[in-house]
């Protein structure tokens, strides 16, 4: 069986550090390291393409600075789902928990979404953008 993640792949897997860029520059720089790979997806694109204010229900806009994911209460989640009519997505969430008081809540927000058309290739994708993002 041939192995799922081949050179151009794990090269395209070299960590990279979001700090001080915003949404859009995060998700160009991940577009093109795997349009440079063999694992190429349909479309990268910010969760919030219209660039809707309400980010709470369309996610972080795309001139917003990356969340910085790296504590417990503040992280990034990466997750693989059905796509709604076809393919599969690859979402980013930036995942909070928001103080109120004595008490508080957890606050989810999109960030960035990657389309494919395939399960395995699906999976592919998660592999190298989780690394790049140093999500796992």
Do not use: C
Request: without cysteine; charged residues 25%.
């Amino acid at each position: 069986m041939p192995e799922l993640l081949e050179p151009p792949a794990v090269h395209a897997s070299t960590p990279f550090d979001p700090a001080e860029k915003t949404v859009r520059q995060v998700v160009d720089h991940i577009e093109h390291a795997l349009r440079q790979s063999e694992i190429e997806p349909e479309w990268v694109d910010a969760a919030n393409l219209v660039g809707d204010p309400n980010e709470d229900y369309f996610g972080l806009v795309d001139t917003r600075d990356w969340p910085d994911g790296g504590t417990p209460r503040r992280r990034l989640a990466l997750s693989v789902t059905r796509g709604y009519s076809e393919g599969w997505m690859i979402q980013i969430d930036f995942i909070q928990f928001i103080e109120t008081g004595e008490a508080g809540h957890w606050k989810s927000q999109p960030v960035l979404r990657i389309k494919t058309l395939s399960r395995t290739r699906a999976w592919a994708v998660a592999a190298v953008v989780s690394r790049m993002l140093d999500i796992d």
